[in-house]
């Protein structure tokens, strides 16, 4: 079922415009993403991971790009 999400995450972003459950749903999956991609890169940053001039700021964003 891996290849399925793909297919959801589009319709659902087609819907969203249209439908206030699906532009909700969303939003809590948008930033649950970001915020999973944040940790991962404070994580990164605090272990000294992160090469010159990434921040733990600019990881995430890159990630979550």
Do not use: C, M, Y
Not at 2 to 8: D, G, I, M, N, T
Not at 22 to 44: I, N, P
């Amino acid at each position: 079922a891996p290849h399925r999400v793909p297919a959801v995450d589009r319709a659902v972003e087609n819907l969203r415009r249209a439908d206030e459950d699906a532009a909700r749903h969303r939003g809590r999956v948008v930033s649950a993403t970001l915020a999973g991609r944040r940790r991962v890169s404070r994580r990164l940053h605090d272990e000294g991971r992160l090469a010159a001039p990434w921040t733990a700021e600019t990881a995430a964003d890159i990630q979550f790009a």
